[in-house]
Nanobody
């Protein structure tokens, strides 16, 4: 089992930045690909970014490339999402997830955090 706990969400003005963190505990953190997904009100959950076990591989949703950066610190069992130039449409609950495979598909992720709210005001 892997337990994931997100933090760092909050209210920010458009154009601002936030860094989300996801702390892991339980089974060996480093064997898992980690990802961020988000779900806006009234919409389905969507892929944001993922990072491979050793951090050497990353993948982003096309619409977010250049503004969001995913990283991980295996020594701290933590994965991060740096979000810059935030827009009101980035408002969503952001979820951290873990998978044994490198994937952008929600169904491939068996472990999920509880989510952290990000609200971007215009």
């Amino acid at each position: 089992q892997v337990q994931l706990v997100e933090s760092g969400g909050g209210l920010v003005q458009a154009g601002g930045s936030l860094r989300l963190s996801c702390a892991a505990s339980g089974r060996t953190f480093t064997v898992y690909t980690k990802a961020w997904f988000r779900q806006a009100p009234g919409k389905e959950r969507e892929f944001v970014a993922c990072i491979s076990r050793n951090g050497g591989g990353t993948r982003y949703a096309d619409s977010l490339k250049g503004r969001f950066t995913i990283s991980r610190d295996n020594a701290k069992d933590t994965v991060y999402l740096q979000m810059n130039s935030l827009k009101p449409e980035d408002t969503a609950v952001y979820y951290c997830a873990a998978s044994l495979g490198f994937s952008s598909r929600e169904g491939d992720y068996g472990y999920w955090g509880q989510g952290t709210q990000v609200t971007v005001s215009s």
